[in-house]
Nanobody
């Protein structure tokens, strides 16, 4: 099993920044990819950013140039640096981990609110 714990969400003004963290524990080997997803009220969960086991990254068009995903293998932690936050960014942000064999796992989510 894999446990994922997000942190770092909160309230920020438009144009501000937040850094989300996702601490992974358990059977964290043979990872295909890790990613951040978000879900706003009344909307489907969507991919925000993803980083593969080989370090390749991809981003949703809506966050390109503003968000950056990274990973610290020594700390078993993934990050999402969010800059220039916009009113359309608020959502619950979820950490996701996909193993080569053995399934997909989700964190409990962390709320991001953008408001002046």
């Amino acid at each position: 099993q894999v446990q994922l714990v997000e942190s770092g969400g909160g309230l920020v003004q438009p144009g501000g920044s937040l850094r989300l963290s996702c601490a992974a524990s358990g059977s964290i080997f043979s990872i295909y990819a890790m990613g951040w997803y978000r879900q706003a009220p009344g909307k489907q969960r969507e991919l925000v950013a993803r980083i593969t086991g080989g370090g390749n990254t991809n981003y949703a068009d809506s966050v390109k140039g503003r968000f950056a995903i990274s990973r610290d293998n020594a700390k078993n932690t993934m990050y999402l640096q969010m800059n220039s936050l916009k009113p359309e960014d608020p959502a619950v942000y979820y950490c996701n981990l996909v193993k080569v064999v053995g399934g997909m796992f989700w964190g409990q989510g962390t709320q991001v609110t953008v408001s002046s």
